[in-house]
């Protein structure tokens, strides 16, 4: 069976090695993953991260996607087009131009293969919340570093990720997709086909396989 690994930046991977994954399936990422791992694909749809990665030569080791819009701007030949959006759009979440780099990594990753391990999506903001910060605070292996929101940035709603993240899951119905994280929420482990493992898991059976 095919494997792909959409890996995100949240803190609960910091401590998962991602060579690990080295021959063990097509890797899938976004933004500033290149700092420690070069993915084989990675998606960086806002321009910050996008002059980072071009910056790095990233588009003559992986293949770097991001939208029509960027590439007019950037105007490099060997940047890639992210794909469309594959079900019918019925609610703003839904269109293109509010989707995040992590749903399109799962989305080319669940174009490619029938098994798609989603590491480092946590859905969740890090430290306590309150009235005034709801969600907690930036839950970013990155954050405090170059392009990416200070440590102490608020948390945004995750809400638009899981409504993509799950309509990509039901689309790909044929597809088997397993989260590894700290937390996910229900509505996607409601789904058939979404499953919800540990990094202790996937480290045993990346030694074993």
């Known amino acids: 069976m095919d494997v792909g690994y959409a890996i995100g930046n949240a803190n609960s991977r910091k401590d998962f090695d991602l060579r690990k994954l080295f021959g063990r399936g097509i890797t899938y990422g976004c933004n500033s993953i290149h700092r420690d791992f070069v993915v084989e694909n990675i998606v960086c749809n806002k321009l910050h991260h996008l002059q980072e990665a071009v910056e790095h030569n990233l588009q003559k080791k992986s293949y770097l996607f991001t939208t029509t819009d960027l ?6 030949p060997h940047l890639q087009v992210l794909p469309e959006v594959p079900y019918t759009i019925t609610h703003e979440k839904d269109e293109a131009k509010n989707w995040t780099s992590g749903s399109y990594a799962i989305l080319l990753a669940a174009l490619e293969n029938e ?7 946590d859905f969740i903001g890090s430290g306590e919340r309150s009235m005034k910060n709801p969600f907690g605070t930036i839950n970013c292996i990155y954050s405090g570093s170059q392009n990416n929101p200070k440590e102490t940035a608020k948390q945004r709603d995750m809400g638009y990720d899981v409504q993509q993240i799950g309509h990509i899951i039901e689309h790909f119905n044929d597809v088997k997709f397993i989260f590894v994280n700290d937390w996910t929420p229900d509505s996607l482990l409601n789904h058939p086909n979404a499953y919800a493992d540990t990094y202790e898991n996937l480290e045993n059976q990346l030694l074993t396989t």
């Open 115 to 121: 098994i798609v391990t989603i590491i480092g999506y």
């Open 71 to 76: 590439i007019n701007i950037v105007k490099n």
